[in-house]
C-alpha cells in the first residue's frame, strides 16, 4: 500500500481540525489552564476535559498508524479504536455539561465538528 501525504487526506485535516477546537474549548473552560498538567487536577470538569483533549490528540495518530501499516488487523484495530474515542469525545461532552458547564454553544460547535469528521471517517474507511 502506498503511503499517501497525510495532509491531503480530508479525515486527517479534519481530525487535526478536532484536535485544534478541543484544545481551544479544553482551555477556556478549565479552571486549571496549565493543559499539560490537567490530570493532576482534583476538579472534575478538568479531569474530563484532560480526557477529551488526550482522546482528540490520539485520533490523528491513529489515522497515520492506519495509514503507514501494511498490517490488515493493525488498520481494523486502529479503526475500531477510533470508533471509541469517538463515542468517548461524545460521552465527555455530555459529562461536562452534567458538570455545570455554561458555555454549551461550544459543545455543541464540537459536536457539529464531530459528526463533520465521522462522515470524512466513513469515506476514509471504505478506502483503506
Known sequence: MPNRNLNTLPVYRKALDLCSMSREIVSYITYNKDL??????????????????????????????AERSE????????????????KNILSYCRGLEMDGLKEKEYLNLLREELKIFRKTYRIWKRSL
Open 71 to 86: 498490517s490488515h488487523l493493525i488498520r481494523t484495530s486502529t479503526i475500531h479504536h477510533i470508533n471509541i474515542i469517538t
Open 36 to 65: 499539560l498538567h490537567l490530570y493532576k487536577s482534583q476538579s472534575h470538569r478538568d479531569i474530563i476535559a484532560d480526557s477529551l483533549l488526550t482522546d482528540a490528540i490520539l485520533i490523528p495518530q491513529k489515522i497515520e498508524l
